[in-house]
Nanobody, 130 residues
Framework: RVQMLESGGGLVQAGGSLRLSCIVSGLDFEDYAAGWFRQAPGKKREGVAA?????????ADSVKDRFTILISRDDANNTLYLQMNSLKPEDTATYYCVADLRCPGLSWFWTTPSTAFSYWGQGTQVTVSS
């Protein structure tokens, strides 16, 4: 059974940083592209960042210029990370890790409906206070 378990969320002041982790089990993580989505109350779920099996990355335009963000992966430990710095209150959301088995390249990440991704975590809450 595939499990994706996020951690690292919490309450942080504006301008602060958080590092989210997602431990993956039940699949050969090194073969899967992975990424992070987020969903704020009353808003649609949106893709935030993606990383391919070769380590190439892509970020949503909505976050690229608003806070320093870095997605990374540790295949030896089946873990996906999202480092977020300079957080703002509008970054408050539940953050989910996802994984899927796709052809090389990450363009599909932004065009695939969130419901079509193969595997999801349960989410971790990030709250940024002003």
């Amino acid at each position: 059974r595939v499990q994706m378990l996020e951690s690292g969320g919490g309450l942080v002041q504006a301008g602060g940083s958080l590092r989210l982790s997602c431990i993956v089990s039940g699949l050969d993580f090194e073969d899967y592209a992975a990424g992070w989505f987020r969903q704020a109350p009353g808003k649609k779920r949106e893709g935030v960042a993606a990383i391919d099996v070769d380590g190439s990355t892509a970020y949503a335009d909505s976050v690229k210029d608003r806070f320093t963000i870095l997605i990374s992966r540790d295949d030896a430990n089946n873990t996906l990370y999202l480092q977020m710095n300079s957080l703002k209150p509008e970054d408050t959301a539940t953050y989910y890790c996802v994984a899927d088995l796709r052809c090389p390249g990450l363009s599909w990440f932004w065009t695939t409906p969130s419901t079509a991704f193969s595997y999801w975590g349960q989410g971790t809450q990030v709250t940024v206070s002003s």
